[in-house]
């Protein structure tokens, strides 16, 4: 499995006894990410064990308090765990202002590095990449400059057939690199062994796409199209409509058009407004729409495959 989620708060504004605001941990490719933190954070990593010491990489989608004020909290928990690896933190302009200015005040400068990448292109930009990992932005419509994101795995080595390098005597673990880079083998006699004869096609890239708080917003199907599993808010029900205009969210049929649209092949719904008491609701909603929908709940893992729920904990 190399795509899975663990959603440590799905709901919008304040938090409340079972209801913790925006916070997911996403394991991809062997790469650790942590998108948005909102209040209780660190609690609720603890609860699901989520280990601390391998989250490099933070994604904030924006500055409104649910889903960012528990940034600060586990900045200063890193430190007293004696982190010493760079922390890299990527989010609007001003994200680097106010938590310097927090560390500042509160005299808790940290012995680790906290490196910047502050945003504010309206254009989805390229904003992460090592050899296994990419991420790009999402611009999306809310009341704030707002970014989604996009991680998407790169394309895998070739696979190694075993059963066929096993027939030519000549082919070494040292010749297997090459092999799994697509380069064919060529014998002693001369001879060209295809590559597609000894190898195998590697398993597609998966991604995830994160669409934080916005408005309906169809451009950004570009950006996400054939996504395997696309997060999208869903504050509000088809019935309050009315509310999205005004608050810059998102109806979860919506959400369910957005990924339709975009051939997702999973979509997960949360932010949910604490007006409703049926989440089962917003599942309904979005199920006439688009099929594979799931229910955002703290504590639940998701991955890109079809499988039953993980459930970590329950509150």
Same mark, same amino acid.
């Given at each position: 499995?190399?795509?899975?989620?663990?959603?440590?708060?799905?709901?919008?504004?304040?938090?409340?006894?079972?209801?913790?605001?925006?916070?997911?941990?996403?394991?991809?490719?062997?790469?650790?990410?942590?998108?948005?933190?909102?209040?209780?954070?660190?609690?609720?990593?603890?609860?699901?064990?989520?280990?601390?010491?391998?989250?490099?990489?933070?994604?904030?989608?924006?500055?409104?308090?649910?889903?960012?004020?528990?940034?600060?909290?586990?900045?200063?928990?890193?430190?007293?765990?004696?982190?010493?690896?760079?922390?890299?933190?990527?989010?609007?302009?001003?994200?680097?202002?106010?938590?310097?200015?927090?560390?500042?005040?509160?005299?808790?400068?940290?012995?680790?590095?906290?490196?910047?990448?502050?945003?504010?292109?309206?254009?989805?930009?390229?904003?992460?990449?090592?050899?296994?990992?990419?991420?790009?932005?999402?611009?999306?419509?809310?009341?704030?400059?707002?970014?989604?994101?996009?991680?998407?795995?790169?394309?895998?080595?070739?696979?190694?057939?075993?059963?066929?390098?096993?027939?030519?005597?000549?082919?070494?673990?040292?010749?297997?690199?090459?092999? =799994?880079?697509?380069? *064919? +083998?060529?014998?002693?006699?001369?001879? %060209?062994?295809? @590559?597609? !004869? &000894?190898?195998? #096609?590697?398993?597609?890239?998966?991604?995830?796409?994160?669409?934080?708080?916005?408005?309906?917003?169809?451009?950004?199907?570009?950006?996400?199209?054939?996504?395997?599993?696309?997060?999208?808010?869903?504050?509000?029900?088809?019935?309050?409509?009315?509310?999205?205009?005004?608050?810059?969210?998102?109806?979860?049929?919506?959400?369910?058009?957005?990924?339709?649209?975009?051939?997702?092949?999973?979509?997960?719904?949360?932010?949910?407004?604490?007006?409703? =008491?049926?989440?089962? *609701? +917003?599942?309904?909603?979005?199920?006439? %729409?688009?099929? @594979?929908? !799931? &229910?955002?709940? #703290?504590?639940?893992?998701?991955?890109?495959?079809?499988?039953?729920?993980?459930?970590?904990?329950?509150?």
């Amino acid at each position: 499995m190399s795509l899975q989620l663990t959603i440590l708060g799905c709901h919008s504004a304040t938090p409340r006894v079972n209801a913790f605001p925006t916070a997911q941990y996403l394991e991809i490719n062997n790469r650790h990410f942590l998108i948005d933190c909102g209040e209780g954070t660190q609690s609720r990593m603890r609860k699901y064990k989520v280990g601390f010491s391998k989250i490099n990489h933070i994604f904030i989608s924006h500055l409104h308090g649910d889903h960012f004020f528990g940034l600060i909290g586990l900045i200063s928990t890193f430190g007293i765990l004696n982190r010493e690896k760079d922390l890299h933190i990527y989010g609007p302009v001003g994200i680097k202002e106010i938590t310097v200015l927090q560390l500042k005040l509160s005299k808790s400068w940290t012995k680790f590095n906290i490196i910047f990448h502050e945003l504010n292109s309206k254009e989805s930009e390229l904003i992460f990449e090592d050899d296994k990992v990419e991420v790009r932005t999402i611009p999306l419509d809310h009341r704030v400059y707002t970014n989604g994101y996009l991680f998407t795995e790169k394309p895998k080595p070739r696979r190694l057939n075993i059963d066929k390098i096993k027939l030519y005597d000549e082919i070494d673990v040292c010749d297997y690199h090459n092999l =799994k880079a697509g380069k *064919d +083998f060529q014998l002693s006699s001369g001879e %060209i062994i295809s @590559n597609s !004869e &000894l190898t195998l #096609a590697p398993s597609a890239p998966k991604s995830f796409a994160f669409c934080s708080d916005t408005s309906y917003k169809p451009d950004i199907v570009p950006i996400i199209e054939n996504v395997d599993v696309l997060y999208h808010e869903a504050t509000f029900l088809k019935d309050r409509e009315d509310l999205c205009d005004k608050t810059k969210h998102s109806t979860a049929e919506q959400a369910a058009k957005i990924a339709k649209a975009a051939n997702a092949k999973k979509l997960i719904i949360g932010h949910y407004s604490s007006r409703y =008491k049926n989440l089962e *609701d +917003f599942k309904e909603e979005a199920n006439t %729409i688009f099929d @594979n929908v !799931e &229910l955002a709940v #703290a504590g639940n893992r998701y991955s890109n495959e079809n499988i039953p729920l993980n459930v970590l904990s329950t509150d």
